[in-house]
């Protein structure tokens, strides 16, 4: 058994997965549009480019996505991506990325568990905590 994420696009699934491929190091593996599914007779016109399915990877993670019709989507709440980073610059690097166009909840600061943390909803609608851990004490 897995489980994996899987997010709904008002419209805009292709750009952020393009867009978390270029600049969070993932693998786009699979990405159909409507317009690519076998029987077209029930596919708007406007629904040709949108993606029924689309899957990547993202260090050991699988991240799937689709486009949901606008009127029927709403950013995420109370469930966040939770990207654990190596290095406080890379903390910085993502946090700007992500930041721009987008909604912060937490600014990027030290914490008592972690050298670098925030938490935001980047401008596809997606939620996020960026974590660069701090080493636990072992008891």
Known sequence: MKLYTYLNYGGNCEEAFRFYEKHLGGKITMMMTHGDQPDQRNVPLEWKKAIVHARMKIGDTILMGADIPPDRFMPMRSAYLSLIVNSSEDAE????????????????????????????????GTSWMILHERPMPRE
């Open 93 to 124: 690097r993502i946090y700007a990325l992500l930041k721009e166009g987008g909604e912060i909840f937490m600014p990027m600061e030290e914490t008592f568990y972690a050298f670098r943390f925030a938490m935001l909803r980047d401008r596809f």
